[in-house]
């Protein structure tokens, strides 16, 4: 599925979105997990930000001017809205470049929606977008491959290079591995934390 596509699909449900997650505990305790490994403070850049929320509160609570890309760009306006104070793009990270480096970047359930073929490529290039002893925050699949699924009325597709291939390309881009769980067994969703010595 082409990102734009995917960016259409999400703006149907923008709304929902945000008022399902808004205010939502989902992923907190991971996320303030990978916040610990900062010094606080700098540029974060959230990948997939969807109208916000949680995530951002944290980071600025941290210190972090935030950065927030999305395919959606109803999930962008929302996001502006809720937080003027910091910068939001419509944008598709396999095609944004940027001369900025971040202390900060996360992709939570963002980067599992990108083509097969781009996982090594988007992943790569988070880590190259690091600054010295930044912190990546991520999460996809626990198998490699590729499928769709059926939510809200709609087909989603979904892909991932699996545990063994994210950790080697982490590791291959210089990478040190803080934190790996399957954090909702048995479903198949993993999350990584990784710095940048």
């Not at 995530?55 to 809205?81: H, N, Y």
């Not at 900025?100 to 490529?121: E, T």
Request: with cysteine.
């Amino acid at each position: 599925m082409e990102p734009s596509e995917l960016g259409t699909k999400y703006d149907k449900i923008a709304q929902w979105w945000h008022d399902q997650h808004v205010r939502s505990a989902y992923g907190v305790n991971q996320f303030e997990r990978a916040v610990e490994f900062t010094s606080g403070g700098g540029k974060a850049l959230d990948v997939g930000c969807g109208a916000g929320g949680r995530f951002v509160r944290i980071l600025q609570d941290r210190g972090f001017s935030v950065t927030g890309l999305d395919v959606s760009q109803e999930m962008v306006k929302l996001a502006s809205r809720n937080h003027p104070e910091h910068h939001f793009i419509h944008q598709d990270i396999c095609s944004w470049e940027t001369e900025d480096k971040f202390n900060f970047i996360v992709a939570w359930d963002s980067i599992f929606h990108l083509p097969f073929v781009m996982q090594k490529p988007v992943i790569s290039k988070l880590c190259q977008l690091l600054a010295k002893d930044g912190v990546l925050i991520y999460t996809f699949g626990n198998a490699q491959g590729e499928h769709t699924d059926q939510w809200h009325n709609d087909t989603f597709y979904y892909s991932s290079i699996g545990i063994n291939e994210n950790m080697q390309l982490l590791i291959n881009n210089g990478l040190s591995i803080m934190h790996l769980e399957l954090d909702q067994y048995p479903e198949k969703h993993v999350y990584t934390i990784a710095t940048k010595p």
